[in-house]
C-alpha cells in the first residue's frame, strides 16, 4: 500500500480542529452510501456491493487482496486509514479524501468544486454525534433497492454490522478462559460463530464477537 509518511502529522492537525478524517466516521459513510444507492437505484452504480464496516468497493478489496468477509474491525480500521492516505495523496485535499471514501475517487473527479464544497460542508456537519443522530432519524432505504416500487421499507440499522476480532488460540487455552478475556463473548456465543464446536486446539484462530 502507498502511504505517504508526511500526512499522519496532517490527520493528527485535522482531529485536533475537531474535523477527523471520515474513517473516523463509518456509520456516516454506510449512511452516506446507503442514501446515494437509494437515489441511484435506476444506475448501475446503484447496484454495487459494497462491504464491511467502511463499506469498501469492490475494487478497494480486490486492489489490496483483501478477504471482506474474513477482516476483523481492527483490519477494516488499518485499511481504511490507508485508504484515505492514498486518496489523500492523490486529490492533496481532505475534503475530497473524505467524500473519495464514501463515494469512489472517480465521482470525486467529475464533480464541480461546488458541488464537492457542498457535500463536504455536509459531511462535517453530520461528523458531531448530535447531527448525526438528526440524519439518522430521516434515513430510510428500502429493502430491495433493486425493486423500484418496494413500498416495504426498514431503516439501517447500524448495530447490525459485524464487529468481531480473531484470537489466536495459546496452550492451556479453553472457551471458559478465552470467554473470561472477552466479557461480551459468551461461551455459547464462541462455540456459534465457530462452527458449533467446543474443539479448539493452540494455533488456531478464532473469531471473537466485539
Known sequence: M???????????????????PIYFFPDLIRVEQALWQQKNFDRPDGHVKLE???????????????????????????VAQSLWLDYMCEFRDS???DIAMI???VL???????????????????????????????????????????????RIKLSEI????????????NLWKISRKYPSASIDKLIEINKNT??????????IPL
Open 2 to 20: 502507498r502511504i505517504c509518511l508526511s500526512f499522519f502529522l496532517f490527520v493528527i492537525a485535522l482531529s485536533l480542529k475537531g474535523n477527523p
Open 52 to 78: 464491511g464496516l467502511f463499506g469498501f468497493h469492490p475494487a478497494v478489496y480486490a486492489k489490496y487482496g483483501l478477504d471482506i468477509k474474513n477482516m476483523d474491525s481492527l483490519r477494516s480500521f488499518s
Open 95 to 97: 475534503l475530497e479524501a
Open 103 to 105: 463515494y469512489g475517487p
Open 108 to 154: 470525486v473527479k467529475s464533480m464541480s468544486k461546488e458541488k464537492i464544497d457542498n457535500i463536504g460542508s455536509r459531511i462535517n456537519k453530520y461528523k458531531h454525534p448530535a447531527e448525526f443522530q438528526t440524519l439518522i432519524k430521516r434515513v430510510k432505504i428500502n429493502e430491495d433497492v433493486e425493486k423500484k416500487n418496494q413500498t416495504k421499507i426498514k
Open 162 to 173: 459485524p464487529k468481531f476480532t480473531v484470537y489466536t488460540v495459546k496452550k492451556g487455552d
Open 198 to 207: 467446543d474443539v479448539i486446539y493452540p494455533g488456531q484462530k478464532i473469531r
